[in-house]
């Protein structure tokens, strides 16, 4: 068992497995689960390599868990130590108070907590979809503890059009009183593990079969009669802390770290195009070319580093290696 830090627990160590086998022929990867204390509670998640390793902080995409990094980890540099956490209302980690809107602001004031918990003073960033835009804002507020950031099929920012600002927060506030309204009186409901996989299947197509069990693992609790989903169901509400275009590229330029962008083909871009909101992401792209930050595009969907890591390891790890861990990158055969 390592040792603990003031509010962290390591809860377990064990030897990560999916479906009872390696992953691509990757060996299998010692894992301990991670608890961090919060005032509502607990953030949970999971750690991979040495305990002296270069950190490296996991955020997942809204209503995942941190097991999308299960078959990515894997398959990087083994010099990190790599940090995923469940966020607020995800995964094992607690759920925010009642009467609490889930906002980026928040996620970023939960990753100061976990990382003042860990005792980091510099750190990198992988952040997926939602995490992406965690990770962009705090390295634009605390650019002095950041040094390489990873988005993976994420802008680093989610600009809201101003005209639109008003509509959208009051939707949000008049959506968390319906669903108090609601809770009062509906209770979770309970499913088979089948009809679980399921649910979770129908509502994201983009994942695999594996993909679904996967993140099933820390998005299903047992209960008397069958499963219920583990998160807090509020995450599907709007979020109220929007902020314009202009902002986020004020924020954008604040940021001090080395960003690598990784798109996916038929990912988020393409359901941005399908929803007729496409005309902020070209300007956060090239406002991350115009200070020489690297964005690459890959074969795959929204979830390609959970469904195919294969497409996306070698980038991330040529990256962490030349601007983290300050090695070449790796010679191609």
Excluded at 223 to 243: C, E, P, Y
Excluded at 288 to 305: A, F, S
Excluded at 320 to 332: A, F
């Amino acid at each position: 068992m390592m040792q603990a830090l003031k509010s962290v627990k390591y809860l377990t160590t064990s030897t990560m497995k999916q479906a009872g086998k390696t992953l691509n022929s990757v060996p299998l990867c010692p894992v301990s689960e991670l608890s961090v204390a919060v005032p509502w509670g607990e953030i949970r998640g999971r750690v991979w390599g040495p305990e002296h390793g270069r950190p490296v902080l996991c955020l997942h995409g809204w209503a995942d868990n941190c097991g999308t990094f299960n078959k990515l980890i894997p398959l990087l540099p083994k010099e990190c130590r790599y940090v995923a956490v469940d966020l607020a209302g995800h995964g094992f980690s607690s759920h925010r108070p009642p009467g609490v809107f889930y906002t980026f602001p928040s996620y970023v004031a939960d990753v100061c907590r976990v990382v003042s918990a860990l005792r980091w003073d510099r750190f990198s960033i992988i952040g997926h979809s939602m995490g992406g835009n965690v990770a962009g804002m705090y390295s634009a507020l605390y650019p002095e503890m950041v040094d390489a950031i990873v988005l993976l099929d994420s802008y680093g920012f989610m600009p809201t059009d101003q005209k639109k600002m008003t509509t959208v927060v009051k939707e949000g506030i008049e959506g968390l009183l319906e669903f108090e309204k609601k809770s009062e009186q509906k209770k979770e409901k309970i499913y088979t593990y089948e009809e679980a996989v399921k649910r979770l299947s129908e509502a994201n197509p983009f994942l695999s079969e594996d993909s679904v069990h996967i993140l099933l693992e820390r998005g299903l609790v047992q209960t008397d009669g069958g499963v219920m989903f583990s998160r807090d169901f509020r995450i599907n509400l709007k979020n109220i802390a929007r902020i314009s275009v202009e902002q986020s590229l004020e924020m954008q330029s604040r940021i001090r770290a080395s960003v690598l962008v990784v798109l996916a083909e038929n990912g988020f871009e393409k359901i941005l195009t399908e929803a007729n909101q496409m005309k902020f992401p070209p300007l956060l792209l090239q406002g991350y070319r115009d200070q020489n930050h690297k964005v690459v595009t890959v074969p795959g969907d929204h979830h390609v580093h959970l469904n195919n890591p294969e497409f996306v390891a070698p980038l991330v790890s040529d990256f962490l290696r030349s601007d983290v861990l300050g090695l070449k990158e790796t010679p191609k055969l």
